[in-house]
């Protein structure tokens, strides 16, 4: 009987290593494509979303600042 249970946790064992070498494996492949992906993006001259949204905040203020300096170079006209 013990010979048994001793060929099952050998094999609980085996399993358990292969599930860490699996999981190993998987971590390896999930940063290996996102250094292939970043690469890829920092090659063709592409931003990320966060940079975008920076750009585009950038741009209304200043499309809000230009709309502000009109009106004031048209009160200013006006005046005079």
Do not use: P, Y
């Not at 099952?8 to 860490?20: Q, R, S, Y």
């Not at 975008?52 to 200013?76: G, K, P, Q, S, W």
């Amino acid at each position: 009987m013990q010979t048994n249970s001793r060929f099952l946790d050998d094999l609980m064992a085996l399993a358990t290593n292969a599930m860490g070498i699996a999981q190993g494996a998987k971590d390896e492949a999930q940063t290996a494509a996102r250094s292939l992906v970043d690469r890829w993006l920092a090659d063709h001259a592409l931003v990320t979303r966060e940079e975008f949204e920076a750009v585009r905040e950038m741009a209304r203020l200043a499309r809000e600042e230009n709309a502000a300096l009109a009106a004031r170079i048209a009160a200013l006209e006006a005046r005079g």
